[in-house]
C-alpha cells in the first residue's frame, strides 16, 4: 500500500526536531532493532509467476486473433495490463492500460495506474491530473484518494495530501495502512500531533490486518524481535502472503528510520522490501521510488557527505 522541500531556517529547524521527538516517543529503543541482514526473505515458488505468464499468453492470442467489441478488447488490455504491473513489467503494463483507454476512454480503473505510473516518474502534475479524471468519472474510486494523497505527499503539497488520506481513512477506520499514510503525513504537516493522532486511531484498528502490527510496534506495544515472531505466526515462510507481510513490514520499517534520521538503514529496509517482488504492492513501488529519492539526495552538490 504505494519527494521533498527544504527550508534553512529556524523554525525548521525546530519542527523537524521536533518531529523526530515525537517519532522517537512511538517507537522502541534502537538497541530493539534486529540488523537488516538478519532479517528474513521469503524464497517464492516459480509456478506462482508460471500461472500469469500463462494467462498473459492466452489473453494475447485473443487479443490477436478474436473479433472483439471495443469494449471486450479495452477489458482484455487492462486484465492483461494487470498481470504485466503484478510480474513488474511495469512498461508493458502501461501500453495496455494506454489501450485500454483508447477503447474505452471513461475506464476508471485504467486511468488510476496511468496516474500511478506518472507518480513514481516525479510527474506530479500529470499524476494528479490523471486520478482527477478518475474521480470525475467515478467519485467512489476509494484508492484514487490514496494515490492522489500520495502525489501531494512527494511533492510536498502536504495540506492537500492531508485531505486525501483523511478521505481515505474515514472510508475505513479499521484499516491500519490508511491510518499509518496518515501518521508519516501528519509527521511532516503537524508533527506535534502525529502520535497523539495515530493513537486515537489505533484504537479502531482491526486485527485482521497485518499492519495492525505495525502500528502497535511503532506504539512501542513490543519490540521487533516480538513482531517478528508475530509475522512468522501469521504466515508460512517462502508463501505468497509471507513476501506480502516482509514487504510491508520492511518498507514501513524504512519509512520510520528515515524519520529518525538513519538514512543507511532505511536504505537497508527498502532494499529488504523490493527483495520480496510483490510487484504490486505500494509499498514495493514507493520502496523503489524512496531509493530512487535518497540516491538523488547523494548525488546533489547541496548535501552531499550528509549521507
Not at 26 to 38: F, H, L
Not at 224 to 245: C, I, S
Not at 246 to 253: A, C, G, I, S
Request: glycine letters at 4%; proline letters at 3%; charged letters at 25%.
Amino acid at each position: 500500500m504505494e519527494q521533498r522541500h527544504q527550508l534553512f531556517n529556524f523554525r525548521f529547524y525546530l519542527l523537524t526536531l521536533l518531529a523526530i521527538f515525537c517519532l522517537s516517543g512511538c517507537v522502541n529503543r534502537n538497541s530493539d532493532m534486529i540488523a537488516p541482514a538478519k532479517l528474513p526473505l521469503a524464497e517464492i515458488s516459480p509456478q506462482l509467476r508460471f500461472d500469469q505468464e500463462t494467462m498473459v499468453v492466452r489473453l494475447t492470442q485473443v487479443l490477436q486473433e478474436a473479433k472483439l467489441s471495443k469494449a471486450e478488447r479495452a477489458e482484455l488490455h487492462f486484465e492483461r495490463g494487470v498481470i504485466y504491473d503484478s510480474l513488474g513489467l511495469w512498461s508493458l503494463a502501461r501500453y495496455d492500460f494506454t489501450q485500454a483507454v483508447e477503447y474505452a476512454p471513461k475506464m476508471a480503473a485504467a486511468y488510476n495506474y496511468l496516474g500511478l505510473y506518472l507518480l513514481l516518474e516525479d510527474d506530479y502534475e500529470s499524476s494528479v491530473d490523471a486520478f482527477n479524471a478518475v474521480l470525475e468519472l467515478d467519485p467512489n474510486y476509494d484508492y484514487t484518494r490514496l494515490n492522489r494523497g500520495l502525489s501531494f505527499y512527494y511533492s510536498g503539497r502536504y495540506g492537500e495530501a492531508e485531505r486525501d488520506f483523511l478521505h481515505f481513512y474515514e472510508a475505513d477506520k479499521s484499516d491500519p495502512y490508511r491510518a499509518l499514510w496518515l501518521y508519516f503525513n501528519e509527521l511532516e504537516l503537524a508533527p506535534q500531533e502525529a502520535k497523539a493522532n495515530l493513537i486515537q486511531r489505533a484504537k479502531g484498528l482491526s486485527k485482521e490486518f497485518w499492519g495492525t502490527n505495525i502500528v502497535g510496534y511503532f506504539l512501542g506495544d513490543f519490540t521487533l524481535e516480538q513482531l517478528r515472531v508475530k509475522m512468522n505466526a501469521q504466515a508460512e515462510p517462502n508463501t505468497a502472503a509471507y513476501a506480502e507481510l516482509l514487504t510491508e513490514t520492511y518498507f514501513y520499517l524504512a519509512k520510520q528510520t528515515l524519520k529518525l534520521n538513519q538514512p543507511k538503514e532505511a536504505v537497508s529496509f527498502f532494499r529488504l522490501a523490493i527483495a520480496n517482488q510483490v510487484y504490486n504492492f505500494v509499498e514495493y513501488r514507493f520502496a523503489l521510488f524512496e531509493l530512487a529519492q535518497l540516491r538523488a539526495k547523494q548525488t546533489d552538490p547541496v548535501v552531499v557527505g550528509k549521507y
